[in-house]
Structure formats: C-alpha cells, structure tokens
C-alpha cells in the first residue's frame, strides 16, 4: 500500500511538469497579454475614440460571433491555400537544397539565380498568376510557394554544406558507406539549419496567402479584412485578423513540435524545453 501511493504521489508532479514548466517560463507574458486587452478595452471610452475607428475587443468578439460561419469558412480557405504551398515548397526545396549542395555545377549556377530571385519582392508576381489564372485557388498556392520555397533551398544548401571535413573523414574512416554516413551524421547535423528555414517559411504562408487575397480573391481572411475595411467594419476586420494570426501561431506550432520531436539533442531544443 505505502509503495502504490508513493508510486502514485510521484506520478503527480510528473503529470503536472510540462504545465509548471510553461507557466514559470510564460506568466510574464500572460500577464502582459491581459494587460494589453484590458487598456485596449478601457481605452476607446477613456480617449473617446470613435467605433469606426478601433473597436473594445469585447465588441470585436461579439461581431465574430455574429459572423462565425462565414469567418470559418474563410479560415479555413486561407488555412489551406497556406498548408498546400508550405508543404510542396518544402518537398521540392529540400531534394533541391541537397543536391545543390552536392553538385558544384548547381553551385555556380542554380545558387546564384535562387539568391537573385530572394531579393525580389514575391508579392509582385501575384498579379500575374491571378490574371492568368483567376481568382482560385491554384495562383494563391502559388504565391505561397513562392514566399515559402526561396527560405527553405537557401537553409537547406547550407544545412547540407556545413558538415565538417573532418567529421565526414572520421565516419568514412569508421567503414561507414556514403548513405550511412548521411543518415547517420549529415542528415541529423542538417536539420536544425533546415528548420530555420522551415519556421521562416511557416510565419510567411500564412502572409502570402492574405496578400494574394487582398489582389484577387472572392474569398479567404484577405478578402474578408478587405471588404470589412472598406465597409467601415474595424471590428470584423479586427476578427479577420485574429484569426490570421491564429493560423500563422498554429503553423509556426505545428512546425516547432516537428523540431522537438525530430531533434531533441540540439541545444536550441533543449534550452527551450
């Protein structure tokens, strides 16, 4: 009886870690986030601000309520035209990534045109793809892709660049053969760099895809702040965008717990355990 309930007694804490953990490292953060709706709240009848203007955050969540199908429904438009570009543009940047860092031809010529390409602005193809492929879906992914895909190669080229000489030659010295020698070392010693690609790239889809609503859409959260905006409807537009950055918090989670999940040795995992 004494060891079942110092069993259960050390289960407790246990259970209860991840959540004590969290709450020492993000109370300031709570507390600031409360603080912030709590003086946005007090403060349009304090400044006499006018409800064209900004609205309580408690009117803003009343007029989502209103409007809740239609915010989901757009929600998840956007969530998806966000999810399809993210996800091809890291199943081709990566393959790509790798074999630009293996081949010196690619090197002198693919590397330099992607660096080029990076400097350019992709929001300003999207008036392009939309007229030439309307307003669906297909030139949004497209635009997300875009946004999405030049972080990722240029994280990936150097991830797979970066490996040590002398690390390759000691685990070729071992009889380790060229693909064990990838799996084994290159590819785990790759991946926090691809990961910063991936996060970089996951706080953009989310922008690519409001900014090629905003040219041309007839629906999604872009096209939902751009109507409300311009029917004098802050507090709709205001919820539009809470729910945009809501999906860029899910994606960049989402991306996070791959990280932790895939590479819980490295040390920026750890330290932020």
């Known amino acids: 009886m004494a060891s079942a309930s110092s069993e259960r007694t050390s289960l407790g804490p246990k259970w209860f870690d991840p959540l004590s953990r969290w709450a020492a490292k993000s109370w300031m953060f709570v507390i600031f986030f409360i603080g912030f709706f709590l003086f946005w709240e007090m403060s349009i009848d304090l400044f006499h601000i006018p409800r064209y203007i900004l609205n309580k955050p408690s009117e803003i969540i009343l007029a989502s309520r209103a409007d809740l199908p239609r915010l989901l429904e757009y929600t998840y438009v956007t969530g998806l035209e966000a999810v399809l570009g993210y996800v091809i543009a890291i199943s081709i940047a990566v393959p790509l990534g790798l074999a630009i860092a293996f081949s010196s031809i690619l090197r002198r010529t693919i590397y330099p045109f992607f660096v080029s390409i990076e400097m350019t602005p992709k929001i300003a193809f999207a008036p392009l793809f939309i007229s030439w492929l309307g307003f669906g879906l ?3 992914v497209i635009i997300v892709f ?6 990722i190669v240029l994280n990936a080229i150097l991830a797979f660049s970066s490996l040590s000489e002398e690390l390759e030659r000691f685990s070729r ?9 990838f799996w084994k070392v ?7 760099q691809c990961f910063v690609g991936f996060k970089y790239a996951a706080l953009n889809a989310t922008v690519g895809a409001t900014i090629a609503e905003f040219i041309g859409s007839d629906q999604g959260l872009g096209f939902y702040v751009q109507i409300s905006t311009g029917n004098m409807r802050p507090d709709l537009a205001f919820a539009g965008i809470f729910l945009l950055t809501l999906l860029g918090l899910l994606m960049f989670g989402l991306v996070t717990a791959a ?15």
């Open 138 to 140: 297909l030139p949004k």
């Open 146 to 151: 875009l946004v999405c895909f030049f972080p």
């Open 173 to 181: 010295a071992t009889g380790a053969g060229w693909a064990r020698v």
């Open 186 to 192: 290159r590819l785990p010693a790759a991946m926090p």
């Open 259 to 273: 990280e932790r999940l895939l590479i819980p040795w490295h040390i920026s995992v750890r330290r932020n355990a």
